[in-house]
């Protein structure tokens, strides 16, 4: 068991945190995970103590459970998965390095939240390709480390963007940095030469970030990040498109994404978009739903420094015919909700409460990733389990939202239930770990495990699993990142 002391001589008495009512706050999360409660929480303040706590770690066998967003949590990824555990935090770590506009990007500390990284790009007429709706909590680091969709698949060239590099500090102790900023020469040299740190590939011919990504800290702790960001329009109009068939938009989004016309492009059933859009509850959540079609797609054009209303203009007359052969109707405002009002939701984090937290108090996401052709088919699968297993369908949020140009489609199923009732959390447990096998036998690829579903996806692969062990064994010999995660 690792001493209080030696935690002191690292980050002081005022950054480590023994309490046991404090504790019981990082024992557990919104998931179905069990609860574990850490030894203690530390708060680093800079890359040399993360460095330092992971060799007292080495030296004493003792798990270390990074975390840089705030509560609420939701995947049980920050929930110790052993005893004896140190949870490090590092929402502290609140620096932001640098937003570059001439080579759009954003360099920041992983403690820094998309509520708080927004205004600083913006000042510099650049904006994040996000995730729909982060917390004011959120991590703009862990969002990407996570994989987390972004609203704009225009940008959106691989699987891994918008992070560019990385600097991490393994389980073993070693410093690394991945992409452009491994080097040569150190950042401040780098910037001098005129390097911006965006290229995320390397260092050599081998992609660093994709062992990182999804790792759910497993492999190390990361120190900083940078970001691909895109330019501040200078003018945009956003539209919605309602249906009652999926399809019909489905077909519409593949041209929209294909000719690269839109920015934000993404569709909602209206059980999501009256839970995003609803101020007063349960009232006006009721009358949204109400007036929505089942399915509604959100999109947005923008012009920007040259010519911008008529690229707008020309943009709007090339989707007039594309939406007319789909049989559908863009228009600026859709029963209670404003296209406007929307955009304006979406480049933003969520107001508090948080918007999957309005319904009942709690919620869990089903997630995976689909092709064009399966996407419908999924959809009608969990409709169906949910139905089997007496969950309301009509009361399930459904977020769809095309990846990498159009290539894929994230599937994101909501299911919003009252964590005080027994039974409603029962049920929603027992779906959400029953569907698995179902949506994976139609198609369905589950890219980022979490929680009680993670072995059961990553026992299917034994391949895989047998090569991230033998990674994990070079870049954390003793075991002592977030154990009890993913296949580890």
């Known amino acids: 068991m690792i001493e209080k002391r030696k935690l002191v001589s690292i980050v002081s008495a005022g950054n480590v945190i023994s309490e046991p009512s404090a504790l019981e706050q990082y024992a557990g999360d919104m998931s179905f995970v069990n609860k574990v409660k850490p030894d203690y929480v530390v708060k680093p303040r800079k890359t040399d103590d993360i460095a330092k706590l992971i060799k007292l770690a080495r030296e004493t066998s003792t798990p270390l459970v990074p975390v840089s967003s705030g509560a609420p949590h939701f995947r ?39 509520d708080e990284l927004i205004p600083a790009v913006t000042r510099e007429k650049l904006r994040l390709n996000m995730p729909l709706l982060p917390r004011k909590t959120k991590s703009v680091a862990a ?78 702790i990361v120190t900083w990040a940078s970001a691909r960001c895109e330019l501040l329009p200078s003018l945009e109009e956003p539209f919605l498109v309602g249906s009652s068939q999926l399809d019909r938009l489905m077909e519409l989004v593949h041209w929209l994404v294909r000719l690269r016309i839109p920015n934000e492009c993404l569709i909602l059933n209206n059980c999501n978009l009256a839970a995003i859009m609803a101020e007063k509850w349960p009232q006006d959540y009721k009358a949204i739903k109400e007036s929505l079609p089942t399915w509604i797609l959100f999109y947005n054009l923008a012009g920007y420094d040259y010519l911008p209303e008529e690229r707008i203009s020309s943009q709007v007359e090339d989707i007039k015919d594309i939406a007319q052969r ?17 955009l304006k939701v979406v480049q933003a984090a969520s107001a508090e409460p948080y ?8 919620c869990h996401d089903t ?122």
Not at 195 to 217: C, D, F, K, L, M
Request: aromatic share 10%; glycine share 12%.
């Open 76 to 114: 049980g990824d920050t929930v110790p998965g052993v005893g004896g555990a140190v949870v490090v935090d590092l929402s502290g770590m609140k620096y932001i390095i640098r937003a570059d506009r001439l080579n759009r990007v954003a360099m920041f500390e992983p403690g820094v939240t998309f």
């Open 355 to 362: 918007w999957k937290l309005r319904a009942k108090g709690a």
């Open 326 to 342: 789909a049989g559908v109707e863009p228009a600026h405002t859709l029963g209670g909700v404003s296209a406007f009002e929307l």
């Open 143 to 220: 969002s990407m480390l996570e994989r987390e969709p972004v609203l704009m698949p225009k940008y959106h060239w691989d699987i891994a963007d918008p992070l560019n590099c990385v600097e991490i500090i393994y389980g073993s102790g070693e410093m690394f940095r991945t992409g452009a900023a491994a080097g040569p020469g150190s950042l401040e040299e780098q910037w001098a030469a005129g390097g911006a740190q965006v290229e995320a590939a390397g260092p050599s011919s081998a992609s660093w970030y994709r062992i990182i990504q999804g790792s759910q800290g497993t492999m190390g």
């Open 367 to 488: 997630f995976f990733i689909s092709n064009f052709q399966k996407v419908g088919e999924l959809t009608d699968t969990m409709s169906g389990a949910a139905d089997k297993a007496g969950y309301p369908v009509p009361d399930m949020g459904i977020y769809i939202q095309p990846i990498v140009q159009g290539a894929n489609f994230h599937c994101e199923f909501n299911l919003f239930y009252d964590p005080e009732n027994a039974r409603e959390t029962g049920r929603v447990r027992a779906l959400a770990t029953g569907t698995i096998n179902s949506l994976m036998a139609r198609g369905a690829f589950f890219s980022r495990p979490y929680g009680e579903i993670s072995r059961t996806i990553m026992n299917k692969d034994a391949a895989t699993v047998m090569a991230l062990n033998k990674v994990k064994m070079i870049l954390d010999p003793d075991k002592i990142m977030n154990p009890g995660k993913l296949c580890f």
